[in-house]
């Protein structure tokens, strides 16, 4: 069970949706960072990790992805 967990919280939402967001957004603003950087594999200044970051970013773009997967799918439900 702890093995799915972690899969879950560190794989799927830590290196993939809080990594690739905030490089995309990086990206998108003109300030491009590397993967490697953004990854925590690069010495990165200042106290926090950058897994850190992925992980609070990757958390709140799931909560928001499911909040509105569940609106799409409970809107047409409730009668008028």
Do not use: C, H
């Not at 993967?35 to 200044?45: A, E, I, T, V, W």
């Not at 990757?58 to 409970?74: C, D």
């Amino acid at each position: 069970m702890n093995f799915i967990i972690e899969l879950i919280f560190k794989v799927l939402i830590t290196n993939l949706i809080g990594l690739y967001f905030r490089y995309f957004f990086f990206k998108l603003i003109g300030y491009e960072k590397s993967l490697d950087y953004l990854s925590g594999n690069k010495d990165s200044n200042g106290g926090l990790s950058q897994g850190f970051f992925n992980g609070l970013i990757g958390v709140i773009i799931f909560a928001l992805i499911s909040v509105l997967i569940a609106y799409i799918v409970f809107s047409n439900s409730v009668p008028n």
